[in-house]
């Protein structure tokens, strides 16, 4: 299970205050906090308080690799700010996102492919939110299709089948857990299929307890990358332990007390 | 027609193992041993080239069991009272690449050697080779608690590989390891879950998991090899897809469980088909040795010098030493 933090994300008011501020330190340390959770990459996201996002993005980028040695996720709806973001990236990165959308795509893929990146793609288009599975199965098609023709390894794609928040669209959870079982399916070698995990308990009152409820769920599926909050203790544990049950690690009776893999 | 060979790559790696400390090092050792660093099952230089071949080690006893058959006790008849002259020879003579100490004397039931002597006699021994050792216990976990911490001080900053940790007796054996500088060779009965079980306990205690090698169980050829040599196998193949609790070198006992076979001990008049008694005991545990290299095996615990050059053989044919 690939685990990309969430933390660093101009969403969280600490952040925010942290960028405007340019206190790398606050950075570097929920960075050194997250890794040592168990994260295996980290988002990182300017938020909407940035004045210009690609310099910050750029910014957070170098103070977050001076800190830890992990692959980053960059985090903009904007092909501008993602540039930024890449080109300060010392390793290989993972773009965050693309959608399905024609002017997306044309904008996204050609930068993962210059930078050899990994890209996260999310299942919906210009028409919006696919409403079901197999609505989300053909955007996803889409996608696969664009990347290989553009010379990027599908094992390079991380297919987002789209969480929605429990509260607000019920029936959506199920749909896209549906979806991960047929992107699976899609292309040789498989894409990775990954969640925005905390989207699911947005809103709800429960929210460490249906992140991983439904994490669990997605992996049994076949989900095998997720940004989410490491720091969330009882989550990561039940990553750890999801993994057991799918042997995919080694059981031990303290198994939870060993550092994750 | 090409035939084009399928490579596997793994995101795990095996920790790298060092026995023996140099004097730059804090040791006193001319030659020290590096085992373990594969990024593939064994002997796939293809898949990912193993940066350290497998090593063989000579038991050396301070008390040699009645039962030992004459085949083994006769070419080493010069040296079984002495661990010292023995381990010479085990080096100088039958080349072996490290030497591993057992300390069966202390044992209640045994000599009941007090703790000082078994000391006495790592210091003996450390003083005669130029090669790392490792040294085990006698297996009664109060007696042992007595004898490893000054065996360890004894031996402190020479880094030798100190064993066994098991579940129930582990405690002591770590802190006199951390305090003085050696590595833990821990055991499990032949189960991948308790040996996982094992190493985070020894871990949760400040030992690094580079500063562990696993035993996991003692079998030979046609009394449990198999179910040894599965284990073995797992144990690899969890640390290849990168589960640090099972990513370190295997180190096996072949002499003590091959010379326990029928074939190696039965007469020739009792069992004429079976052939020469002399080449059964010595073949019985290369044989075992061989199947454990191919299991993963990094390093092979022998005894008789013929066993030990059958080994070295075998090894130099699976890793030519450019590979090395």
């Given at each position: 299970m690939f685990v990309i933090g969430e933390r660093i994300n101009g969403m969280f008011r600490a952040v925010a205050r942290a960028i405007q501020q340019r206190d790398g330190a606050a950075i570097a340390d929920l960075s050194r906090k997250q890794v040592a959770a168990g994260a295996h990459a980290l988002d990182i996201n300017t938020g909407p308080t940035a004045d210009d996002p690609a310099e910050v993005m750029a910014w957070l980028v170098q103070v977050v690799q001076e800190a830890v040695d992990v692959p980053l996720s960059i985090d903009s709806p904007r092909p501008p700010v993602l540039a930024a973001g890449l080109r300060a990236c010392r390793r290989p990165a993972i773009i965050n996102s693309t959608t399905g959308a024609q002017s997306k795509l044309d904008a996204i893929v050609p930068l993962a492919v210059e930078y050899r990146a990994g890209l996260i793609a999310l299942t919906n288009d210009e028409r919006g939110i696919p409403r079901n599975a197999a609505a989300r199965a053909e955007i996803a098609l889409t996608i696969v299709a664009r990347a290989m023709e553009a010379g990027l390894p599908t094992d390079q794609l991380y297919l987002d089948p789209l969480v929605l928040p429990v509260n607000a669209a019920q029936d959506q959870c199920e749909e896209a857990l549906e979806a991960i079982a047929t992107f699976r399916t899609l292309c040789e070698p498989a894409p990775h299929i990954l969640l925005g995990l905390s989207n699911v308990s947005q809103g709800t009152a429960n929210r460490s307890l249906i992140n991983r409820t439904y994490l669990a769920m997605a992996m049994a599926l076949g989900c095998d990358a997720a940004i989410l909050d490491p720091l969330d203790k009882d989550l990561m544990d039940t990553i750890r332990t999801a993994r057991i049950l799918l042997n995919q690690e080694i059981y031990a009776e303290s198994y939870l007390q060993s550092k994750p893999a | 027609m090409p035939v084009e060979l399928v490579r596997e790559t793994s995101p795990g790696r095996i920790f790298t193992v060092t026995i023996g400390a140099s004097a730059a090092e804090g040791g006193t050792r001319a030659k020290t041993i590096t085992v373990g660093g594969h990024g593939a099952l064994p002997f796939l230089p293809g898949d990912a080239p193993s940066p350290h071949r497998p090593v063989v080690a000579m038991e050396v006893m301070d008390a040699v069991p009645a039962e030992w058959p004459d085949v083994l006790r006769e070419p080493l008849a010069d040296v079984l009272d002495s661990p010292a002259d023995w381990a010479r020879k085990a080096v100088?003579?039958?080349?072996?690449?490290?030497v591993c100490l057992?300390?069966?004397?202390?044992?209640p039931d045994w000599k009941d050697t007090p703790p000082d002597a078994a000391a006495a006699t790592v210091r003996a021994v450390l003083d005669a080779v130029p090669v790392p050792l490792i040294i085990l216990g006698c297996g009664h976990a109060e007696k042992d608690n007595d004898v490893w911490p000054r065996v360890t001080e004894t031996a402190k900053g020479e880094r030798c590989l100190v064993g066994v940790a098991v579940p129930e007796n582990y405690k002591t054996l770590v802190v006199a390891c951390l305090a003085d500088g050696h590595s833990i060779l821990a055991e499990s009965p032949i189960d991948v879950n308790i040996q996982k079980q094992l190493n985070i306990l020894i871990t949760e205690m400040g030992l690094a998991p580079d500063r562990i090698v696993l035993h996991p169980g003692n079998a030979s050829l046609g009394y449990g090899l198999e179910y040894e040599y599965s284990i073995m196998e797992r144990i690899r193949l969890a640390g290849l897809q990168g589960d640090k609790m099972l990513s370190q070198p295997v180190l096996t006992i072949v002499g003590e469980e091959a010379w326990k076979a029928k074939e190696a001990r039965l007469s020739e008049t009792a069992m004429p088909p079976w052939g020469a008694l002399a080449s059964r005991g010595p073949a019985w545990e290369a044989g075992t040795a061989a199947a454990f290299l191919h299991a993963g095996a990094d390093i092979v615990v022998l005894l008789h010098p013929d066993a030990v050059a059958a080994t070295k053989r075998t090894i130099a044919g699976l890793a030519p030493a450019a590979s090395a």
């Open positions: - | 100088e003579v039958y080349g072996a690449d490290l057992r300390l069966f004397g202390p044992h």
